[in-house]
């Protein structure tokens, strides 16, 4: 009877963490979209604020299957955490004060889509050294980059 009830318990305990790992495995996605706060704008999206670890990001150029069109005001406002920012060729318009702030942002690699950069976009990002700007920017805000002292390599295409 006592083996019987062991091998019943083993039994339970594998399929437990077999469900388990196939609900982690399911949530990865998931995971990976709330580090991000985002509205959906009649099936676009833009991001509205960052929770994440920072160090070197690349903005995904969907969320939820749906395109990333928009980094909102205010959105990486103070990430003192963030190294790097590569931001995808979804995306069409950066707000303003969007990462000001950013301590540690070093280099900043700008999507060949994006037309605006908002007024104070990079305000004090102190130790940005590199930027590549994409071939669609027709607007850079008021002191967009102000205050960026370090910056020494900026590719701007005609």
């Not at 388990?20 to 604020?49: D, K, R």
């Not at 990486?76 to 920012?85: G, Q, R, W």
């Not at 990002?125 to 980059?145: D, H, P, Q, R």
Request: some cysteine; proline content about 3%.
């Amino acid at each position: 009877m006592q083996l019987v009830t062991k091998r019943y318990k083993l039994m339970k305990t594998k399929r437990n963490l077999v469900q388990i790992w196939l609900l982690c495995a399911a949530m990865l996605p998931a995971a990976v979209q709330a580090q991000y706060n985002y509205t959906n704008n009649n099936g676009t999206i833009t991001i509205t604020g960052y929770t994440g670890s920072g160090g070197n990001l690349v903005i995904p150029d969907t969320i939820g299957g749906l395109p990333v069109t928009s980094i909102g005001s205010n959105a990486f406002y103070y990430c003192h955490s963030l190294t790097s920012v590569t931001i995808p060729d979804s995306v069409t318009n950066i707000g303003v004060y969007a990462f000001t702030e950013c301590l540690s942002l070093t280099s900043v690699m700008i999507g060949n889509n994006v037309t605006s950069i908002g007024d104070y976009g990079f305000l004090y990002c102190t130790s940005l050294t590199n930027v590549t700007i994409g071939k669609s920017v027709i607007n850079i805000g008021y002191e967009a980059f102000t205050a960026c002292y370090g910056m020494t390599n900026v590719t701007i295409p005609n």
